[in-house]
């Protein structure tokens, strides 16, 4: 099933950057279709979307050096999205020493980036994430939780991958309801 999602970005509203991952996470999951509409242009691929919001709402670091950072992460979460297994295991550990010394993706920032919320909101509904093995990647379970307590962004992307999951589930079941009704009359 292929839905048509549309981020319409109001520069006033900080809530299109929390809602940002959870739109990506489905988009590429579903094989449902995205794009943001910001009345001058258009974007339809989801990382170009991450990319311009990061921009736009300063979540893009402050160099070319930090930029390329927030893009090499921003990849990353679209291989974590496909990976399972021993895949998934491989691209976990990478993160976990990569974290060793960080708390955010990003670097040495102290604050979240746009790589935090792409990465947080692909392994958050993750089924393969159980605590059993978040507790294996120790920098990877920190790094976790400290998005979970200093960012209410987090909490909020969480809820939004939720709620978009549970409505593309909706939408497929009544498309799918829609056209058993039509075979049976």
């Known amino acids: ?7 319409t970005l109001n520069k006033t509203a900080p809530a299109s950057i929390k809602l ?9 999951k579903d094989g449902s279709k995205l794009s943001l ?17 990061a921009k736009e709402f300063n979540m893009y670091g402050d160099s070319v050096a930090q930029n390329a950072e927030v893009d090499h992460w921003i990849d990353a979460s679209f ?11 491989t691209q976990l550990a990478a993160m976990d020493n990569a974290m060793k010394r960080r708390t955010y993706l990003l670097g040495n920032a102290h604050t979240p980036s746009m790589a935090d919320i792409a990465v947080y909101a692909v392994l958050r509904p993750c089924s393969d994430l159980t605590d059993d093995v978040i507790a294996s990647y120790p920098s990877l379970a920190r790094w976790m939780a400290v998005c979970e307590k200093t960012s209410t962004a987090f909490a909020d992307v969480a809820k939004s991958v939720a709620e978009a999951a ?13 056209k058993k009704d039509k075979k049976d009359k």
């Open 166 to 178: 549970s409505s593309a589930g909706k939408s497929a079941d009544q498309k799918s309801k829609g």
């Open 37 to 53: 509409d910001e009345g001058d242009f258009s974007l339809n691929r989801p990382a170009a979307i991450l990319r311009h919001l």
């Open 79 to 89: 291989k974590l999205m496909t990976a399972s297994g021993d895949a998934l295991n």
């Open 1 to 7: 099933t292929i839905m048509a999602l549309t981020l």
């Open 20 to 28: 940002a991952g959870a739109f990506t996470q489905v988009a590429t």
